[in-house]
């Protein structure tokens, strides 16, 4: 069978449509969960790491680094069948994927935290310390509404690129957008259509996004 | 008002304040001169401890705190703040915060840190962006405002503190010169109201003109100091003649040029 003579059919995918959905919905559940608890975890940690203090900054550095230097697929297998063994104790496939896909965006987030915090000119805390400001006072009123505006845009491109990351979940069989397509082509034999429909899904959903995100960004640019 | 005593910092390997006394009469204002490096603006930043001093002692109206030495632990947040609200300082590169307009950059003393009533500090800061001649500019945000209208706004900001000193770093060293005199007539005006002051500047003529005392700082030390018509015009240090003698030569070139 060669390439052209492969007769395409995508008609059979309307049978399975509701799974489809499902998938669907599993993935942006994901998505949007793992953002929110990323965003929590990512807070904290950027925000700590600021601390001069090392015996708190230490493990947050080696959090952040561990996640961002590994692979998210290899720390997904490793959190399902690695970490049970270590602690003794089963780790639901849901929870697994949950965990590591938080930490991993979590990491990314406490850079992005961390590094907009940092881009304010020492001279806006010179500014704020002389007229008495307290270190609080300082980060709320002066730093943060300065920073979080150069964080939003790399914060944006970090949340898209998560709702992709969802689909490595599907290796320990959390039944995402992708683990539904794997289960169709099982049933159907027919891959090609089934993979091509699950692409053309993540781009409906991401492209509008990106699109978004673009304007969102070149507003803030211009209100500089 | 202020009285420094043996003054000491270190940045790293660098020591940039070598032992540093110096006394400001109330209502006084006292102009430090000197090459760049010399430790002015350090010494500046630490009168209200935006540098920590390694050892020495800085007492601003009636708060004294002293450094290294005791076993005594550095000064808390709290403690700092307080210390400093107590003092106006004004930067060379202004530090407005971008996203307030300029009437939010002067209330935010009043409002974050006294928490006067929004009404009260909006009072406070349109009265003193009218004494600096900036009335129509409240609702500017600083990248709409010019150099000189950006300092002029800071010092509204330092004032809203009501300091009882007013430490000025080199507050027109990043203007364009036709910037410089509506900055330096602020200043002035503040002298000749009786506001207590040390300014750091490279202006030679404007110290003359404004202070009542200049010292000349070079390598980490107070080398000479005096009345400006002294300083200025009959030093007797050798470093601070030679200072002078390349200042005036480029006064007389420049004038010369005219």
Redesign the interface.
Known sequence: MTGAGYAWDFSFLWAYRSLILTGLEVTIAYTIGTIVLGLVVGLVTGLLRLSRNPIITAPLVAYVEIFRCTPLLVQIVWFYYALPVVIGVDIPAHVAATLVLSLYTGAFYAEIIRGGVNSI?R??W??????????G?VMR??IL??AV?RMIPPFMNQSIIQLKNTSLVSTIAVADLLYEGTIITAATYRPLEVYTMVAIIYFIVLFPLTIAAQQVERRLARA? | MIEIADLWKAFGPHQVLKGVSLRVERGSVVAIIGPSGSGKSTLL?CI?L?EDPDRGCIRVGDREMHFGGSNRARPG??E???F??????V?Q?F?????MTALHNVM??PS??RRLPRREAEDIARGLLAKVGLADKAAAYP?HLSGGQRQRV?IA??L??NPSVMLCDEVTSALDPELVGEVLGVIEQLAEEGMTMVIVTHEVAFAHEVADLVAFMSDGVIVESGPPSQLLEHPENPRTRSFLARFHRFVGSFSGTQ
């Open positions: 000119e001279g806006q010179d500014a704020a310390r002389a007229i008495g400001m307290r270190r006072q009123h002066v509404p300065q505006k500089d | 930043r209200n935006l947040d709290r700092l703040a307080a400093r609200a107590a003092t106006g300082m930067f590169h530090n407005l915060f971008p996203h935010a003393g974050i840190v990248s800071a900001r330092a809203a503190m």
